[in-house]
């Protein structure tokens, strides 16, 4: 787990709705939350020596989408928790190929995220 | 004011929205995230997404005035529109979305077929625009209504 006891989670997606909508999810478990709109700020989240417990991560987004984002965090040595969260059904090999941990199929349901949460054992 | 009414006109008019296929199931995930931390949370949601498609459509819009053939631009920003219509459940819009999608992904984009298929893709982006027009303003009317009725109306599912 990061640094410090709460759960650090970032959530990397170019659409504002799903940020909205999963920040409100998060929130109800006391989560800190940070959100970034594509694959790049989330690798530069890291690189400025941000540590996170889970990455919530959309495939289809500017300037890096979210494949090649797992696949350079991977290679990063970054061993972060990430789930693939997108409505592509086609790429959950690629994303599991690049590293992801679980993949699920948009949208997420608040019930879906706490499945997920449970297995990492987040909510102990 | 009569704010039984006004709740059973909300109701009514909510019930209308799934029966009519307007929304789907996800609109009820928007609502069970609502709160008293988030209060206001599906309108704000709903809001956040009028906000937005508004914008990623006048993308569309001017990139088809263009009679741009770009085909994989446009892809990308109904790929945008269709997610944010899937996050909050606006079916007819979603269907409309995948519709026009298909349009952009045939194959053979040569010559005076790309022309068909850019006008297939104006029509679909019409019908796109109607449904929006349409939901908008029934979710506006619908969000009056409860802001009218007061803050005791609860989201429940209707009976199936």
Redesign the interface.
């Known amino acids: 787990m990061a640094s410090s006891q709460v759960v650090k989670v970032l959530i990397v997606d170019?659409?504002?709705?799903?940020r909205?909508?999963y920040r409100?999810?998060l929130?109800?478990f006391c989560f800190e939350i940070t959100e970034v709109e594509d694959g790049n700020n989330a690798i530069q989240q890291f690189l400025d020596g941000n540590e996170y417990d889970l990455v919530l991560m959309d495939k289809?987004m500017p300037n890096m989408d979210g494949v090649e984002a797992t696949r350079t965090l991977r290679g990063m040595g970054i061993p972060v928790k990430i789930v693939a969260i997108t409505?592509d059904a086609n790429s959950k090999d690629t994303f599991l190929g690049a590293g992801a941990d679980k993949f699920l199929l948009?949208?997420l349901?608040?019930p879906m995220l706490t499945d997920i949460l449970k297995s990492f054992n987040f909510l102990n | 004011m009569d704010y039984v009414n006004l709740r059973r006109q909300a109701a009514s008019l909510r019930k209308g929205l799934f029966d009519q296929g307007y929304l789907d199931e996800?609109f009820y995930?928007?609502e069970?995230?609502q709160d008293d931390?988030?209060p206001n949370?599906v309108e704000?949601?709903v809001t956040?997404?009028f906000r937005?498609s508004a914008r990623l459509m006048a993308n569309i819009d001017q990139a088809l005035d263009k009679c741009v053939k770009d085909f994989n631009k446009l892809d990308?920003y109904m790929?945008?529109l269709?997610?944010?219509c899937?996050?909050?459940?606006a079916s007819r819009m979603k269907t409309e979305c995948t519709a026009f999608r298909e349009c952009c992904r045939d194959e053979n984009i040569e010559g005076s077929h790309s022309l068909s298929i850019l006008n297939l893709c104006m029509r679909s982006f019409q019908k796109i625009k109607r449904e929006h027009s349409v939901l908008r303003q029934k979710l506006e009317s619908y969000f009056q209504l409860l802001r009218q009725a007061g803050p005791v109306e609860c989201a429940t599912r209707p009976n199936k």
């Open positions: 170019d659409d504002n709705i799903t909205r909508i409100t999810m929130f109800r289809h409505d948009k949208p349901t608040f | 996800q995930q928007l069970d995230l931390a988030s949370f704000e949601v956040l997404f937005d990308v790929q945008q269709k997610g944010s899937t996050s909050i459940g």
